[in-house]
Each structure stands twice: as structure tokens, then as C-alpha cells.
């Protein structure tokens, strides 16, 4: 064994434009490798349901399609990542979303990883963007069990209700299509950078993301084996 490393830590970060599908497959790529599914973009909404300092002013940034200031999305993720249930690994989804966020991720990491070692992979979800705002108007989920649909491709049990619960489906405040086209502008010029970041280090994964569930998902487990 080599010095110093006690076990192996598997980190994943997922990145890719919104509704790209990351939320879906990460939450299928979570239940079937027990690593820790770690979502900004529920954390910070949950945060504002519950009417938090944070979330009062995470509000008003969501609703416009930009990124929460740096500060706020830095501490819940430390505090998220710190927890035990994520010592044996964690996926990343939402977060880094600028060059800004990725260094103060490799700063956090370095704190949280010592000596162990560690398996980094940055999965690039590739699609085209043409029919992005579409799925974003037509996602609803569901407040109980976190289950994500799309009522125009899919034919549900019962019209408005979860699948899985039977609960009625929400839809996003911000899944309108004036706010996601701010999201996408926000992506454009925050976070696709990320995508040569990693790339120059050595850590990037291109799946394609086109296609089914299932397709995306098969797509995915080859590349983070
Ligand atoms: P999507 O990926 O579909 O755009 P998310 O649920 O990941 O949706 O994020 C919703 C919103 O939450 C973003 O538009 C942004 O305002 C905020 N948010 C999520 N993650 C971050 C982050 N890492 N930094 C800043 N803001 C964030």
C-alpha cells in the first residue's frame, strides 16, 4: 500500500448547459454507485422554501437566471461535502459554475481529501442547444421524491401527478422561458469555460448527451467505471 493513502475517494462533477440532463442522470448514476448526489441548485432552492438568510438572497439571483454570489454557494457546498455520507465519494451537479467556483473547489478539496486517494472526473454533457428551452418549459418534478418529468414526451400515469408518488408535479419558478434564456446566457459566459479548464487538466469526459434516459445513462456508466 502506498503511504499515506488510507482509501480511495471517487469524486465526480457534472457539467453541462440547463436541462441538459445532468439532474436526471446523476440521480440514477447516485442510487446505483451509493456516491453522494450533491445538487446547489435544490440545496439553494430548498433555502429559499425555508425562508433562510441565504435563501432570501439566493431568491432574487435565481429569478433572474444568474449565479448566486460566490460566498453563499461556497459555504453550503463546504458545509455539504464535509458531512460524513460523502467520505467515500460524491457526484457534483451545479456546482462549479464559473472558473471563480472551481478554484474555490480545488481549495475545498484539498481540505476535505488529506491524504487519500482520489479518482476526479468532470463529465461534459454534450448536446446541442436548440431544443433546450423547450425541455426546460415542459419539466415539471415532483416535491416529494425529487422525480423529474417532461409532460410534453412523456405520457404520465395520471395528468399532473408523480409516477413514483402520486404526488401533484411543480414546476420551477425559474423553468419559464424568459428565465431560462438568461440561464443559457449565463452558461455561455460563466460556465462553459469550465469545459477547456478541465480539459487542459487532464480530467474532462464528453458523453453524449442526446437520446433516451436510458441512452444517456449507458452513456454515462461507461465513462465513470
Ligand atoms: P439548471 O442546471 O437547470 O439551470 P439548477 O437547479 O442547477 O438548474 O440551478 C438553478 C439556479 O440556482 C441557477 O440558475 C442559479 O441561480 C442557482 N445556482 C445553482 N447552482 C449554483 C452555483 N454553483 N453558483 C451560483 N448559483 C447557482
Given at each position: 500500500?502506498?503511504?499515506?493513502?488510507?482509501?480511495?475517494?471517487?469524486?465526480?462533477?457534472?457539467?453541462?448547459?440547463?436541462?441538459s440532463?445532468?439532474?436526471?442522470?446523476?440521480?440514477?448514476?447516485?442510487?446505483?454507485?451509493?456516491?453522494?448526489?450533491?445538487?446547489?441548485?435544490?440545496?439553494l432552492?430548498?433555502?429559499?422554501?425555508?425562508?433562510?438568510?441565504?435563501?432570501?438572497?439566493?431568491?432574487?439571483?435565481?429569478?433572474?437566471?444568474?449565479?448566486?454570489?460566490?460566498?453563499?454557494?461556497?459555504?453550503?457546498?463546504?458545509e455539504?461535502?464535509?458531512?460524513?455520507?460523502?467520505?467515500?465519494?460524491?457526484?457534483?451537479?451545479?456546482?462549479?459554475?464559473?472558473?471563480?467556483?472551481?478554484?474555490?473547489?480545488?481549495?475545498?478539496?484539498?481540505?476535505?481529501?488529506?491524504?487519500n486517494?482520489?479518482?476526479l472526473?468532470?463529465?461534459?454533457?454534450?448536446?446541442?442547444?436548440?431544443?433546450?428551452?423547450?425541455?426546460?418549459?415542459?419539466r415539471?418534478?415532483?416535491?416529494?421524491?425529487?422525480?423529474?418529468?417532461?409532460?410534453?414526451?412523456?405520457?404520465?400515469?395520471?395528468?399532473?401527478?408523480?409516477?413514483?408518488?402520486?404526488?401533484?408535479?411543480?414546476?420551477?419558478?425559474?423553468?419559464?422561458?424568459?428565465?431560462?434564456?438568461l440561464?443559457?446566457?449565463?452558461?455561455?459566459?460563466?460556465?462553459?469555460?469550465?469545459?477547456?479548464?478541465?480539459?487542459?487538466?487532464?480530467?474532462l469526459?464528453?458523453?453524449?448527451?442526446?437520446g433516451?434516459?436510458?441512452?444517456?445513462?449507458?452513456?454515462?456508466?461507461?465513462?465513470?467505471?
Amino acid at each position: 500500500m502506498l503511504k499515506g493513502i488510507e482509501y480511495m475517494i471517487k469524486e465526480l462533477i457534472m457539467v453541462g448547459p440547463p436541462a441538459s440532463g445532468k439532474g436526471t442522470q446523476t440521480k440514477k448514476l447516485a442510487a446505483e454507485t451509493g456516491l453522494k448526489h450533491v445538487d446547489t441548485g435544490s440545496m439553494l432552492r430548498e433555502a429559499v422554501a425555508n425562508g433562510t438568510e441565504a435563501g432570501k438572497i439566493a431568491k432574487g439571483y435565481m429569478d433572474k437566471g444568474q449565479l448566486v454570489p460566490v460566498e453563499i454557494v461556497a459555504r453550503i457546498i463546504k458545509e455539504r461535502l464535509m458531512q460524513d455520507d460523502c467520505k467515500n465519494g460524491f457526484i457534483l451537479d451545479g456546482f462549479p459554475r464559473s472558473l471563480e467556483q472551481a478554484n474555490i473547489l480545488d481549495t475545498i478539496l484539498k481540505e476535505i481529501d488529506g491524504d487519500n486517494e482520489v479518482s476526479l472526473k468532470v463529465i461534459y454533457f454534450d448536446i446541442p442547444f436548440n431544443n433546450l428551452i423547450e425541455r426546460i418549459v415542459n419539466r415539471r418534478s415532483c416535491p416529494a421524491c425529487g422525480a423529474i418529468f417532461n409532460v410534453k414526451t412523456m405520457t404520465l400515469k395520471n395528468e399532473g401527478k408523480c409516477d413514483f408518488c402520486n404526488t401533484d408535479l411543480v414546476q420551477r419558478a425559474d423553468d419559464n422561458e424568459e428565465t431560462a434564456t438568461l440561464r443559457f446566457n449565463t452558461y455561455f459566459e460563466q460556465t462553459a469555460p469550465l469545459v477547456e479548464f478541465y480539459k487542459n487538466r487532464g480530467v474532462l469526459v464528453k458523453i453524449n448527451a442526446q437520446g433516451s434516459i436510458d441512452e444517456v445513462f449507458e452513456n454515462l456508466k461507461v465513462v465513470t467505471k
